[in-house]
């Protein structure tokens, strides 16, 4: 009867065994198969270029997007740049068109003035004729932001003045000023457009 029990028990020792080792050897198949880990939760891919591919795809995606950004960027910017270009070439062209506007009446007065001129012999009236052109002249520069520079008796200033020459002083007080004025400095809006030429005292 033993030795019955000791067959038994080792023929199913056996079959355990045998049983383990199938079970073993199915499941590492069907891992090999699925291509899966199942040492590892969740069950991962081993498949590392199947990976590396996706990730690729991804970088490309937002690469062309990207790409795809900056052309639109750098075509705007161009279109803004030749628009300003344009205005500005526009801006140039008629930046003098108010001040020629408003010298037009000048104008006009000269054309005036010069047949007066052809036709009378009244000195008095030409002079006068001629002193409200001037006159109008002046104020309508005056108008639009122009200012004469007063140089006479300043200090001489490299800045604001061109020297033409030096001559004696009169006096101490003179020394280093502008004696003459050979053509008056100008401001347009406080900004200086014309150098004062001058004579400055030694």
């Given at each position: 009867?033993?030795?019955?029990t ?70 705007e ?101 502008v ?24």
């Open positions: 009867m033993s030795d019955n000791s067959e038994k028990e080792q023929f199913m020792n056996e079959n355990t065994d045998n049983m383990a080792q199938n079970n073993d050897a199915m499941e590492e198949a069907i891992a090999h198969e699925l291509n899966v880990d199942d040492s590892v939760s969740g069950m991962q891919h081993l498949d590392d270029e199947v990976g590396e591919e996706s990730e690729l795809e991804r970088a490309k995606a937002e690469t062309e997007e990207y790409k795809d950004k900056y052309v639109r960027l750098v075509a910017f161009d279109n803004f740049r030749k628009r300003n270009a344009k205005e500005r070439i526009e801006l140039i062209q008629t930046a003098g068109k108010d001040v020629v506007q408003s010298l037009l009446e000048v104008l006009d007065d000269c054309d005036r003035a010069q047949k007066q001129l052809e036709t009378s012999d009244d000195l008095a009236t030409i002079k006068q004729g001629v002193g409200l052109v001037f006159g109008k002249l002046r104020s309508t520069l005056i108008s639009k932001g122009l200012k004469k520079m007063e140089s006479i008796n300043k200090t001489f200033d490299a800045d604001l003045h061109e020297a033409i020459t030096e001559i004696p002083a009169a006096n101490e007080e003179m020394v280093g000023k004696i003459d004025e050979i053509e008056p400095g100008y401001y347009l809006n406080d900004k200086l457009i014309r150098f004062a030429k001058v004579v400055v005292g030694k």
